[in-house]
């Protein structure tokens, strides 16, 4: 028969090759017409399990031979591990090992007697080897059959079933968000609503420091305004009393102007501020914005000078006087600043900090957190020290009672030099900014967060110099009178604002005929009377002026050699610092 023809025509018998196909034996893989089913069963030789053709089981498939195109594979070179034909296992794969694959349960049988060719020039293995072969197949078998087994009754229900979860996830999905959007949109409106209570408090806080404020001055008003009304009152009387020349009255005479040598103490104001700050997780009402409080103190009382002799008040010396010398061995030294009436802190170019007492001993000595050289160093109103790491960009404290430094401010975009304490005991700092062209400028904190930012004048202009090139110190300290002072060594003046940070004035040295050098303030401290001191390293001499600029005097011939760093102790005793001979000088130049 054509077997292209047969191809195209139903499936036929195996047998007589001309039935169609009813039914096949499993065991013999022989499919059979309905006629020949009888034959094949009657052939007792081998045992037989003929069933309908659509519900047979397992049929092996032979794949064709790659080399005889229409030789199907019926045996496996476990040599080379590839299906073969017959002719091929006595050709090319003469001498392997191989195993009929016909032999195996199910499988197809042996076909040699159809084709005299094969069997004429097949050579079986030996049964042990075929055995041993058709045992690995059948494990095999069972282990696809196991597998599917778990594919078909585990994984693929568990797949199936977290489909449908997806699928039900996928349906309320909209509903959900939706319902997240409405909650976002309601939190939103909460903010705003806080936001506005935050801000008509803020508005109420302003308008009640105002009142205080107000009410403050307007107290003092009073109280000056009945003083100077008596004072008048008194004036008019002793003049009649002296036209008069009544001899009673002036023998009964008795001065009472005792009690208007001293003016009542003056009103210290810290000026609140307010500074915005960007919203971030934490609640509105913490990140707002920071308003400092309203701060009234009343300071020492100020002796009001006269002629009177018999006033005791400090008076400049026309000669000040060295009391004391202190060497520290501290590299270029060029900060101090004084902790009590007792001892005084000196830095230089080292990672050491050390306390020295009068009697000139050493107190005690602290390395820097980092191990860079501190800046500039201060002292708080509670006696801790204070000191700031340029190369860090930090400020740092130093707890006395613990000796922990704890680093309090670190910046990015700025780097802060000197370091002054006001009296309220906000720490005022001035920086440069990390730019191309750099600015200059000073910043409050209160309380650690920054309050304050004093950098341009009322026209727009900068306050203070920028250090382009070279680090160039700027000395910074509070006065009495709440005045920001700061020495501008590279503009060479000094620059002083108000507490609001309003300029009052700058002073660029006494142009006295005998002055050559240039001025170069660095060191900056003041008094208890509001004056101002200040270092000139090129001229080895410190400038004096009063609160409001105006020069008073030098302080000379005490033989000083590069002064740089100064401060004043509560009994305005003054510390000069010698950066070339790393020691600090106590200089008297007040006669109390």
Not at 191 to 200: A, G, L, P, Q, T
Not at 287 to 304: E, K, R, W, Y
Not at 422 to 446: F, I, Q, W
Request: glycine share 4%; net charge negative.
């Amino acid at each position: 028969m054509d077997i292209k023809q047969m191809a195209q025509d139903a499936l036929r018998c195996d047998v007589c090759e001309a039935g169609v196909v009813q039914s096949r034996c499993d065991l013999c893989e022989v499919k059979l017409c309905k006629t020949c089913v009888g034959e094949h069963l009657a052939n007792l030789s081998q045992k037989h399990k003929v069933a309908p053709f659509q519900q047979c089981g397992y049929k092996s498939d032979y794949p064709n031979c790659q080399t005889h195109i229409h030789k199907p594979c019926h045996h496996w070179c476990k040599t080379c591990d590839i299906p073969i034909c017959v002719l091929c296992s006595s050709d090319r794969h003469k001498g392997h090992i191989s195993f009929d694959t016909s032999q195996v349960p199910g499988g197809r049988q042996n076909v040699a007697e159809k084709d005299a060719e094969e069997s004429e020039t097949y050579v079986y293995p030996n049964y042990k080897g075929i055995a041993s072969e058709l045992r690995n197949f059948n494990d095999k078998r069972g282990e696809i059959q196991r597998d599917l087994q778990e594919l078909e009754n585990i994984f693929c229900p568990h797949f199936k079933e977290r489909f449908s979860e997806i699928r039900e996830q996928k349906s309320i999905l909209g509903d959900h968000y939706e319902q997240l959007t409405t909650a976002v949109s309601k939190q939103g409106d909460v903010w705003h609503s806080e936001i506005d209570v935050n801000v008509k408090k803020r508005k109420s806080d302003v308008d009640e420091m105002r009142r205080k404020h107000l009410t403050a001055l307007d107290n003092q008003e009073e109280e000056l305004e009945q003083i100077i009304s008596e004072l008048e009152e008194m004036i008019l009387d002793m003049k009649e009393m002296l036209n008069s020349n009544n001899v009673a009255l002036t023998s009964a005479y008795y001065s009472s102007n005792d009690k208007f040598r001293k003016l009542p103490g003056k009103l210290l104001f810290s000026f609140p501020t307010f500074t915005p700050k960007d919203i971030d997780e934490k609640f509105v009402s913490q990140n707002f914005g920071c308003l400092t409080p309203l701060s009234i103190t009343t300071d020492h009382q100020v002796a009001v000078q006269t002629h009177q002799t018999d006033v005791a008040l400090p008076v400049l010396l026309d000669e000040p006087r060295l009391v004391t010398t202190i060497n520290t061995n501290l590299p270029n030294l060029h900060s101090v600043a004084c902790v009590n009436d007792e001892n005084v802190w000196m830095s230089g170019e080292d990672n050491i900090i050390k306390l020295y007492d009068l009697n000139r001993s050493l107190v005690k000595a602290i390395q820097t957190k980092s191990g860079n050289m501190p800046f500039d160093i201060a002292v708080t109103n509670l006696g801790d020290l204070v000191y700031s790491d340029r190369d860090l960009k930090t400020i740092n404290i130093v707890k006395i009672n613990t000796k922990q430094i704890q680093e309090v401010i670190r910046l990015r975009h700025w780097t802060p030099y000197n370091i002054g304490i006001a009296s309220s005991g906000d720490l005022l700092v001035t920086m440069e900014s990390n730019k191309k062209d750099p600015d200059s400028r000073v910043v409050r904190y209160h309380a650690l967060a920054e309050t304050q930012i004093i950098q341009y004048d009322s026209a727009g202009k900068p306050l203070y110099s920028a250090n382009k090139f070279t680090v160039y110190s700027k000395y910074i300290c509070e006065n009495t009178n709440l005045d920001i002072c700061v020495s501008d060594s590279r503009a060479r003046a000094i620059v002083v604002v108000n507490g609001a940070g309003k300029l009052k004035f700058k002073y660029a040295g006494h142009h006295s005929a005998k002055k050559k050098k240039k001025f170069s303030p660095v060191g900056i401290a003041t008094d208890s009377q509001s004056r101002i001191l200040t270092t000139d390293v090129n001229d080895n001499r410190i400038h004096v002026l009063d609160r409001d600029g105006q020069f008073l005097l030098y302080i000379k011939d005490v033989d000083l050699v590069c002064p740089w760093g100064l401060c004043v102790d509560s009994k305005d005793n003054l510390f000069v610092v010698e950066c070339q001979r790393s020691q600090v000088r106590m200089i008297k130049y007040l006669d109390i």
